[in-house]
């Protein structure tokens, strides 16, 4: 079982940065398609970025294309979303969530379904 803890988020002003950690235990990162996902109050899950099991690959939504970066150190088992010039609509609970395939990089990696295993969840807001 691949288990994924949490770290980084807080609190920012509009345009502040902030990052995310991903840190995987009890298997090896190595093989896994890394997605991030965020849940703003009061809406759905949504898929906001993810990276291939190499790191070679990666994909954005366009909601946070140019602002965020997603990155991986399969050395280190950790995933990491760097996010630059926050905005209010960013605020929300980030997830990442990861599988052991690059199906779901290729073939749709903002479907939550697609995904095994998930952290904990940090918080993130963003306000002035």
């Known amino acids: 079982q691949l288990q994924l803890v949490q770290s980084g988020g807080g609190f920012v002003q509009p345009g502040g940065s902030l990052s995310l950690s991903c840190v995987a235990s009890?298997?090896?990162?190595?093989?896994?398609?890394i997605g991030w996902f965020r849940q703003a109050p009061g809406k759905e899950r949504e898929g906001i970025s993810c990276?291939?099991?190499?790191?070679?690959?990666?994909n954005y939504a366009d909601s946070v294309e140019g602002r965020f970066t997603i990155d991986r150190d399969n050395r280190k088992n950790t995933a990491y979303l760097h996010m630059k010039d926050l905005k209010p609509e960013d605020t929300g609970v980030y997830y990442c969530?990861?599988?052991?395939?690059?199906?779901?990089?290729?073939?749709?990696?903002?479907?939550?379904?697609?995904?095994?295993?998930w952290g904990q969840g940090a918080q993130v807001t963003v306000s002035s």
């Open positions: 969530a990861g599988v052991e395939s690059d199906n779901a990089f290729h073939t749709g990696c903002y479907n939550s379904d697609r995904y095994y295993y």
């Open positions: 990276i291939s099991s190499s790191g070679g690959g990666h």
């Open positions: 009890g298997r090896t990162l190595e093989y896994h398609t």
